[in-house]
């Protein structure tokens, strides 16, 4: 699997995969939808239109600490 490095505001990351390009069919995902559920992207929809909207969760670590004085 390919690593390569991206610019996400003020911090790089590191990225896994293979980059797309315009025009490339898109690659199986496994998707949470729930607690421990899980749904195959493609497979578990296949021949309906897709609607995709993805939120992360609020008890990641992307966000920000708030810090009290």
Do not use: C, W, Y
């Not at 790089?12 to 199986?28: M, S």
């Not at 995902?29 to 296949?46: E, H, P, Q, R, W």
């Amino acid at each position: 699997m390919s690593e390569r490095t991206v610019a996400f505001r003020d911090k790089q990351l590191i990225v896994t995969g293979a980059a797309l390009k315009p025009g490339d069919k898109a690659p199986e995902v496994k998707l949470a939808t729930g607690f421990l559920a899980a749904s195959n992207l493609l497979g578990d929809s296949a021949g309906k239109i897709r609607l995709i909207s993805v939120v992360p969760s609020i008890d990641t670590s992307v966000r920000p600490t708030r810090r009290d004085g």
